[in-house]
């Protein structure tokens, strides 16, 4: 069993940068971020594998990073340039497989998952 916990999410305006982390209880190969909007599936965007190893989608990509502190099991994302369209709860999830980790890997993938912490960008 892997516990996820999130934390940092907030409200900001749009442009503005947020922090947001995702604290796992141990060491896990694929750790990753899905959000979902209002109305909206959820969708991955970003994960990183134990070797480094990251997928991110074009849509945050360059803006948003995926980084991992290995000493402390923590998943960081950091967003710059936030927009509107960022608005949604942001959910941290792991698995245990070295395959199927990318961000586009179906949620079914994912056997573990964070209670989710919201962002609201505002304009």
């Known amino acids: 069993q892997v516990q996820l916990v999130e934390s940092g999410g907030g409200s900001v305006q749009a442009g503005g940068s947020l922090r947001l982390s995702c604290a796992a209880s141990r060491n896990i190969i694929c750790i990753g971020w899905f959000r979902q909007a209002p109305g909206k599936e959820r969708e991955g965007f970003g994960t990183?594998?134990?070797?480094?190893?990251?997928s991110s989608a074009d849509s945050v990509k360059g803006r948003f990073t995926i980084s991992k502190d290995n000493a402390k099991n923590t998943l960081i994302l950091r967003m710059n340039s936030l927009k509107p369209e960022d608005t949604a709860m942001y959910y941290c999830?792991?698995?245990?497989?070295?395959?199927?980790?990318?961000?586009?890997?179906?949620?079914?993938?994912?056997?573990?998952w964070g209670q989710g912490t919201q962002v609201t960008v505002s304009s």
């Open positions: 999830a792991a698995h245990g497989t070295w395959f199927q980790c990318q961000f586009a890997a179906p949620r079914s993938a994912f056997g573990y």
């Open positions: 990183i594998r134990s070797d480094s190893r990251t």
